[in-house]
C-alpha cells in the first residue's frame, strides 16, 4: 500500500509515526499519515508484509484489491490471461498480455492484492470445462506469485445460497467447488500467496442465515483441505446482495467463538447493491424504499437510512462488541458494487457509504474497479479499471482517464478509498 500524497452452520461437510501492530504472529508493520492540516487531511495505513513464502495473510483493515474477473469469451490460450476481456478487438484487451506481463504490470504500479473470480460452473461459457477455469486460475496465480512473492490473492465466488425462500444446495456447492480448487493449487505450490476467499451475493433472507451458512462453508472446506483455512481469511456479505445486516449483533451469540476454531481472519462485507425482487428474496420487498432513500437526500440522511433500515447499526455494534476479543474477525471490508468500481453509485452515494465505513468506524480494506482496460477505452469500459493497456505497445499505466463523476482520475478514486478525506 501506498501512503498518502503529502502525508455451528447447516452442513456437516513516511514522516508518520511507526507503530507494531501485532495480529497473533504476523507482525504487520502498520504506518499512519497524519498530516498537520485539516484542508489536506488524510490518513492512510501502509504495511510492511510478512517474509516471502509467508503462509499468513493480511488484516481485513489493510487489503486494498482490485479484481480479476472472467468475461464470456473463450479460454484456450495457454499464455495469456483471459481475465477482464472482451474480444481480442474489444474494449479491454487483456488477453494480449502475458500472465507474467499482467502480472508484473499489476507489481509496478504497486498493486500487490488481487481477488480473482472463481466462475461457477453453471455461469461458464459454452463450451468451457471446470478444468480449464481451473487451470486459468492456476496459471495466473503462478504468474503473480513469480512476479512478486509477496502477492496477496484471494478467490471469490458469486454463489446464491438460497432462491425463493428455500435451499438450492448453494453452500454445498460453494464448499465443494472451493474446496477442490484451493486442493489444485496446494497440489501446484503456489497457496502461500493465496490468502483466502469469499462468498459474494448470498442471496439470503436474514443474519441469522448468514451466520449460519458462513460458520458451515468455512467447517465444509477445512473438513475437505485439511484445515486450509485455519490460517487464511474468509469473507461473507451481508444478506440480499451484501449491504443487509438486520440483527447481525444478536443473531448468533456463539459466531465469533465458532468462527475463530475455524480460519485466521475474517470479515463481513459490505456491498451497496438491493436486493433481488421480492420473489426471489424476501428482502426484494425493501427495494423501493431503498430507491426513495438512496436515490436522493444528504450522504447524512442515507448513513442514518442505511443504519437503521439496512441495520449497518447492528453491524457497528458487532462489531465493537466482538473487536477486542476477536481483533482478526471483527473486521469489515467494502466490496466494489454491481459495476466494480463506483460507477452505479451517485455521488452522495458514495460519501454515505465511505463516511460509514471509513470516515466512522476505520473500516478501510476494500476489493473494487477492475484490473486492466485498452487505452483507447471510453465509457464505462474505462472507468472502473484501475490501469490501462495499451493495445499496440502493451505498456501498462495507471488510469488517468476521469471517472465517470469527472471528478478525479480513475486510479486516484481507487487509491483514495482507505483516506479519511479522499475528495469524493
Known amino acids: 500500500m501506498q501512503s498518502a500524497p503529502g502525508a455451528a452452520g447447516p452442513w456437516s461437510t513516511s514522516d508518520a509515526p511507526e507503530v507494531i501492530l501485532s495480529e497473533d504472529d504476523t507482525n504487520w508493520l502498520v504506518q499512519t499519515s497524519i498530516p498537520m492540516t485539516a484542508a489536506s487531511s488524510l490518513f492512510r495505513l501502509q504495511a510492511t508484509p510478512p517474509s516471502p513464502g509467508s503462509q499468513i495473510p493480511q488484516p481485513p483493515d489493510l487489503i486494498e484489491g482490485v479484481k480479476f474477473k ?4 473463450e479460454f484456450s490460450n495457454s499464455v495469456s490471461p483471459q481475465f477482464d476481456t472482451g474480444a481480442i478487438d474489444g474494449p479491454n484487451p487483456t488477453n494480449l498480455l502475458t500472465y507474467a506481463q499482467a502480472a508484473s504490470g499489476l507489481a509496478s504500479n504497486g498493486i500487490t492484492t488481487v481477488i480473482l473470480k472463481f466462475e461457477t460452473q453453471d455461469d461458464l461459457p459454452s463450451g468451457v470445462n471446470a478444468a480449464q477455469r481451473d487451470a486459468e486460475i492456476i496459471a495466473m496465480i503462478t504468474a503473480l506469485r513469480s512476479a512478486n512473492p509477496n502477492f496477496r490473492v484471494y478467490l471469490w465466488e458469486r454463489r446464491w445460497l438460497q432462491q425463493g425462500g428455500s435451499s438450492n444446495g448453494g453452500g454445498t456447492k460453494f464448499i465443494n467447488g472451493m474446496s477442490s480448487i484451493i486442493n489444485q493449487i496446494h497440489a501446484a505450490g ?27 462453508i468455512v467447517q465444509g472446506i477445512n473438513a475437505n483441505t485439511d484445515n486450509w483455512l485455519t490460517n487464511k481469511s474468509f469473507f461473507m456479505p451481508g444478506a440480499g446482495m451484501g449491504a443487509y445486516f438486520v440483527g447481525i449483533d444478536k443473531a448468533y451469540p456463539d459466531f465469533f467463538n465458532q468462527m475463530s476454531q475455524q480460519v485466521r481472519y475474517f470479515a463481513f462485507t459490505f456491498k451497496f447493491f438491493k436486493s433481488q425482487p421480492a420473489n426471489v428474496c424476501s428482502l426484494g420487498a425493501l427495494n423501493a424504499a431503498w430507491d426513495a432513500n438512496l436515490g436522493g437526500g444528504t450522504p447524512a440522511s442515507q448513513a442514518a437510512w442505511l443504519r437503521s433500515v439496512m441495520g449497518v447499526a447492528d453491524l457497528e455494534n458487532c462489531i465493537h462488541a466482538n473487536r477486542t476479543a476477536y481483533p482478526n474477525l471483527a473486521n469489515v471490508i467494502y466490496w466494489g458494487d454491481s459495476g466494480d468500481g463506483l460507477i452505479v453509485m451517485s455521488q452522495t ?76
Open 70 to 73: 472472467p468475461l464470456d469469451d
Open 349 to 424: 452515494n458514495i460519501q454515505a457509504v465511505h463516511s460509514l465505513l471509513v470516515e466512522d468506524n476505520g473500516w478501510t480494506g476494500s476489493f473494487f474497479d477492475m484490473a486492466y482496460c485498452a487505452l483507447s477505452a471510453t465509457g464505462n469500459d474505462r472507468t472502473k479499471y484501475a490501469l490501462t493497456v495499451d493495445p499496440v505497445t502493451r505498456a501498462i499505466a495507471k488510469n488517468v482517464g476521469n471517472n465517470d463523476k469527472n471528478n478525479m482520475p480513475v486510479w486516484n478514486e481507487w487509491q483514495r478509498w482507505n483516506w479519511i478525506s479522499p475528495g469524493y
Open 190 to 216: 503456489v497457496d502461500d500467496v493465496l490468502k483466502g476467499i469469499g462468498v459474494i451475493e448470498n442471496n439470503l433472507e436474514n443474519s441469522t442465515q448468514v451466520l449460519q451458512h458462513a460458520v458451515g
